[in-house]
């Protein structure tokens, strides 16, 4: 066996022996100092409890929010039928009323409101429907070892095993099934360790995620020291085989 590969055997046993060493236990919640954009360098393994909620009224209804596009329509007034966008200010412009405020309101609320203001100038017991077209105000990140990180957009109410599918699930080459979840809550960068192989048997509780929210799936140090072992292998292999049929 060639010397690198003696090397990297060596790398995999050091790093086993690490993880032993580090190992900590479930639930173990850590406030992390410095700035919200400040990340640790590692994360164990382990399952959490929920973290804080952040202050919402109703965590299942989704809010509205800047660049939200809505439908707006009336019954048995279809010439009153609109597409809006939530602009930065937080309102949409509907021509019957004029300019409306809707940021962090709900759909419903905005359907009272709407009626409330046309039946008090135009129609009596209007009826007013809202949907949202597009969500893009109330977004979420997801890095790591999954198969899609990036930013997601919440559609309503969403857990974490919810956003991991979304993501295309983890990445077992690589990882383990802890992730991270970081939130800011009371001004403070707070974050709490899950196990997601354990939400999905039930076995811990699958905690609703909220916008701003980042999830960071670990990376087992182990599994992607062994991972690239094999890839340094396999070109190796190949070599060899061709040699031997030649």
């Known amino acids: 066996m060639r010397p690198r590969y003696l090397c990297l055997l060596a790398s995999v046993a050091s790093i086993t022996i690490a993880l032993g060493a580090c190992s900590s236990s479930n639930g173990e919640f850590v406030e992390l100092p410095g700035t919200a954009s400040s990340m640790p360098s590692a994360v164990g393994s382990g399952q959490g409890p929920a973290l804080p909620a952040r202050s919402v009224d109703d965590p299942g209804a989704y809010k509205i929010g800047y660049a939200d596009v809505l439908d707006i329509s009336i019954f048995k007034v279809p ?31 905005i359907e009272r409101d ?97 916008p701003g929210d980042m999830v960071v799936a670990n990376s087992s140090p182990l599994k992607a020291a062994w991972s690239e072992f094999i890839k340094a292998m396999q070109p190796a292999s190949m070599a060899k085989g061709v040699a031997t049929n030649h």
Do not use: C, W
């Open 114 to 210: 709407l009626a409330n203001r046309l039946e008090a100038r135009y129609l009596r017991s209007a009826q007013v429907t809202v949907s949202v077209k597009e969500f893009n105000s109330q977004r979420v990140t997801v890095e790591g070892a999954v198969m899609k990180s990036g930013v997601h957009a919440l559609k309503g109410k969403t857990t974490l095993l919810q956003l991991i599918a979304m993501s295309g699930g983890i990445d077992r080459d690589i990882s383990d099934s802890t992730v991270v979840l970081f939130r800011n809550a009371d001004g403070q960068r707070q974050a709490t360790k899950f196990n997601i192989d354990d939400i999905r048997t039930g076995q811990a509780p699958d905690p609703l995620i909220y």
């Open 79 to 109: 010439e009153l039928e609109r597409t809006v966008e939530v602009a930065e200010n937080g309102t949409i412009t509907f021509p019957p009323v004029g300019e409306v405020s809707v940021a962090d309101k709900t759909v419903r609320e």
